[in-house]
């Protein structure tokens, strides 16, 4: 699953990828966030990217990435709710 750092506009209500952004691992970036991850939405003008979450550190700043979801994605959703609830 890749992804890529984006930015909101608030004028164009538009997110956009970042300048200078780099395609990261969505695995790694959600281990670098402590899994506070949350989707806030779908996109469908950026390529192959269908996905937007939110990813929040440890001051509460919140940064934007555009995802590209598939079915490694909703496996790893589910096998981290079992984990949560004790069921692995």
């Known amino acids: 699953m890749k ?3 984006a930015d909101y506009d608030d004028a164009s209500q538009k997110f956009f990828i970042a300048k200078n ?17 949350e989707r806030v939405g779908d996109i469908s003008d950026q ?3 269908t996905g ?5 550190d440890d001051t509460g700043t919140k ?22 609830i004790g069921l692995t």
């Open 63 to 84: 940064v934007f990435y555009l995802v590209r979801e598939d079915k490694a994605l909703f496996r790893m959703k589910r096998r981290h709710f079992f984990d949560k």
């Open 47 to 49: 390529n192959d990217y």
């Open 21 to 37: 952004a780099k395609i990261e691992d969505w695995a790694a970036v959600c281990r670098r966030f402590n899994d506070d991850v």
């Open 3 to 5: 992804c890529i750092q």
């Open 52 to 56: 937007v979450y939110v990813c929040n």
